[in-house]
């Protein structure tokens, strides 16, 4: 399984051999450490776990400062499913990407603050005439004591929060992969704000 970390970047425009345009996001993933191999013998599953990233050591934890003895006390820290020769200490880098590759991208989305159902859930809201005033954006009636005895349904959709959730968008494919700048751009847009950790997994 080919797997890496990355920090969002800002999107381009990529001409492929054809002079097609792809709109495109650049990724920088600096290369990963290994730094834990789990086995069904010791763990209960097989895994890789990674590290990204560099902390300052009185930023870190001293169990952790324990779990990363020998090597770089990582930012970040995240598992991949894999079955393999990965070793602790190993490093892993953008090579083994190529163009053509398809990916999953997975990362926290951008927070949106306070929502109202128009814009959180797609509502079309009420009729711009007929004396409305005011309630263009409202949502409506969310049902009464006949449907559910006088309370809210477990469910409904009404305005709150919004963003700031994991998302993950499939299907996106390797354009480039730049080893020099440890840049890869990919397809597509990608969940988050510039500088978000991602999370880039290899499903073909």
Known sequence: M???LGTKGKMTQVFDDKGVVHAATAIVAAPLTVTQVK?????????VQVGAGVRREKN?????QGHLKDLTL???LREFPQSGEAKR?????????????????????????????VKR??????????????????????GGGGRAGGRVVKGMRMAGRMGG???????????????ETNTLLIS?????????????????
Do not use: C, W
Not at 165 to 179: A, E, G, I, P, S
Not at 188 to 204: D, H, Q, S, Y
């Open 2 to 4: 080919k797997y890496m």
């Open 39 to 47: 086995t069904k013998e010791k763990d209960g599953y097989e895994a």
């Open 60 to 64: 870190v934890a001293k169990a952790q």
């Open 74 to 76: 990582s930012r970040h």
């Open 89 to 117: 200490g190993d490093t892993i880098d953008i090579s083994i990407f190529v163009p053509g590759d398809v990916v999953e991208v997975s990362a926290i989305s951008k927070g949106k603050g306070f929502q109202g159902v």
């Open 121 to 142: 859930h797609g509502f079309s809201g009420g009729p711009r005439s007929h004396g409305q005033k005011n309630k263009e954006r409202a949502p409506g009636s969310i």
């Open 165 to 179: 959730d994991r998302v993950t968008v499939r299907n996106l494919k390797v354009l480039q992969v730049d080893t």
């Open 188 to 204: 597509g847009a990608v969940p988050g704000r510039p500088g978000t950790l991602v999370e880039i997994r290899a499903t073909k």
